[in-house]
């Protein structure tokens, strides 16, 4: 099997994930978080990457990187084996203690960077482990405090987002990561399969064509995720039932548009788009309309094989599969 693509660039931002093989514990005592964070640590030092937020949860971690020097492999493959082997040592065992590499996501720094860390920070608390962010081994507390044995996380750049006055930037960034993720957002981590770009039209567009252009004749497994954009999906639609755009999104009362249903439904499901993004897209009178009709696509799917087959099929032409 050949290895996911890897996107690098100089300044590119991830969100990394691993767990351990079989849901295996990876930390099995407090030596073991503190060795992790002391890897990190040296990872900085050697890699000059940026760490902005971390969580160290019992079977698995969630990281936030920035790469300068455009090296995410390069990284990861270092925390990753410095650690398998000390914990391996540790501990007395031996083999993989990982699930796989790891999984990354090319962060779209401008729409999704806050909404990355917040997730990150509530994963304890979402988790049910605390109610109140007294969880030690987050880099929640960083954010809170000027204390130096928090220099090496690299908060700044989240916390100018948040708000350019230094004074207000600790009060803010403690109501934002109090309000829970949205639906939207937290069903993109739900998802069997998880996309490879969390961004906007405009930079998912601007990274296939600087990465995917000319690789159709090489395999490329993650790419077949990458999201496609609306657009995209809609122009699918338009030339499987032979409609314009203007007829794929009209609704008229008492008339079924199987076409407009099946793009409200596809990207929901695909790129989880708000309702209410949905129904002014199609010109539904009722954000409820556009929730009615992804439910009623859904049973079809289920009780109609032939329709669950067309799904399918348009689904393969988005290089996706159902």
């Known amino acids: 099997m050949s290895r996911p693509l890897r996107i690098e660039y100089t300044g590119a931002w991830y969100h ?98 806050l909404q990355v860390m917040r997730y990150i920070h509530r994963n ?23 204390a130096k044995e928090w220099g090496w996380v690299s908060k700044d750049k989240i916390l100018s987002m948040l708000n350019r006055n230094k004074s207000l930037q600790k009060a803010v960034y403690k109501d934002f990561v109090n309000t829970p993720d949205n639906d939207d957002f937290t069903a993109i981590y739900k998802k069997r399969k998880l996309p490879v770009i969390l961004g906007n039209e405009k930079f998912l567009s601007n990274i296939k064509d600087r990465y995917f252009k000319n690789k159709r004749n090489i395999e490329i497994p993650e790419s077949k995720i990458l999201v496609p954009d609306k657009s995209e999906i809609m122009s699918v639609l338009c030339r499987e039932y032979k409609v314009s755009l203007e007829d794929l999104k009209v609704s008229r009362r008492g008339q079924k548009n199987e076409a407009r249903d099946i793009a409200i439904y596809l990207i929901r499901q695909i790129r989880s788009d708000t309702l209410n993004t949905l129904s002014g897209e199609f010109n539904l009178k009722k954000d409820s309309s556009a929730g009615s009709i992804v439910d009623r696509v859904k049973k079809q799917i289920q009780t109609d094989k032939q329709f669950r087959c067309k799904i399918n099929s348009i689904l393969k032409k988005l290089n996706m599969s159902y």
């Open 16 to 113: 990394v994930m691993n767990r351990g093989g079989r849901y295996i514990s990876i930390f099995e005592d407090k030596n073991d978080y503190s060795l992790f964070l002391d890897i990190l640590k040296d990872t900085i030092e050697t890699f000059h990457i940026k760490i902005a937020a971390f969580c160290l949860m019992q079977n698995h971690y969630h990281l936030l990187i920035q790469t300068p020097e455009s090296n995410i492999s390069r990284s990861m493959r270092h925390i990753n084996g410095v650690y398998t082997q000390r914990f391996n040592k540790l501990h007395g065992y031996d083999g993989a203690l990982f699930r796989g590499r790891y999984k990354s996501i090319l962060v779209d720094e401008d729409s999704y960077l």
């Open 124 to 146: 304890p608390v979402t988790a049910g482990l605390t109610d109140k962010f007294k969880y030690p081994w987050s880099s929640h507390k960083a954010y809170l405090s000027n």
